[in-house]
């Protein structure tokens, strides 16, 4: 008969504890928390402030606005009507101005009536022809006026020294427009 050997006592072993499992595990959770919450992505930024812009301005002045230019009764042959009127870009934006006429000419021949427009400064004129024919013409480009430039017109309105009787007491009327546009748009690279 095999004796049975008494074994020696043994460690008191005590049984793991589910703290000894769970505290390990939380410290690696929190770890894990802390890595990804800690900022490791790389991050920068800057400002532009103040970006802004502001519409230009087109807008005229006429020395005459609503007014006649000239304005004479009692015409005989060979006389000569003289009248100024100024025109003025008052915008902060260049203008591509154009004068229009709106005339009627009752003269019995209307060539004894001319017209000659010349700005102040130049020889040459920018309308020369029969007082009316601006009106089925079109409308005279004068070309483009810097913000704030001014340019004096001069209209000198002649009825002719061989006009016979046939225009006693005859009538001719006429409106001037100023029409400023914008010039073409720009692009702004910056």
């Not at 460690?11 to 929190?30: F, Q």
Request: hydrophobic content about 40%; overall charge positive.
């Amino acid at each position: 008969m095999d004796a049975i050997t008494p074994q020696a006592p043994r460690a008191t072993e005590k049984p793991r504890s589910r703290k000894r499992i769970l505290v390990p595990l939380a410290g690696l959770l929190v770890a894990a928390a802390v890595t990804a919450g800690s900022g490791a992505d790389f991050i920068s930024n800057s400002v532009n402030s103040a970006n802004a812009f502001n519409a230009g301005t087109l807008t005229q002045s006429n020395s005459k606005a609503g007014n006649a230019i000239f304005n004479v009764s009692n015409l005989k042959p060979g006389d000569v009507v003289n009248g100024k009127v100024t025109i003025t870009n008052t915008g902060s934006l260049a203008s591509n101005m154009k004068l229009t006429e709106d005339a009627v000419n009752n003269f019995v021949t209307k060539s004894n009536l001319t017209l000659v427009i010349t700005q102040t400064g130049s020889q040459t004129p920018v309308w020369s022809g029969t007082f009316g024919a601006l009106t089925t013409s079109g409308p005279i480009d004068l070309g483009t006026f810097a913000a704030g430039e001014a340019r004096e017109y001069t209209f000198s309105v002649t009825l002719a020294q061989a006009a016979t009787n046939a225009e006693q007491g005859k009538t001719a009327t006429a409106t001037y427009t100023w029409n400023g546009t914008q010039t073409a748009a720009t692009t702004y690279d910056q």
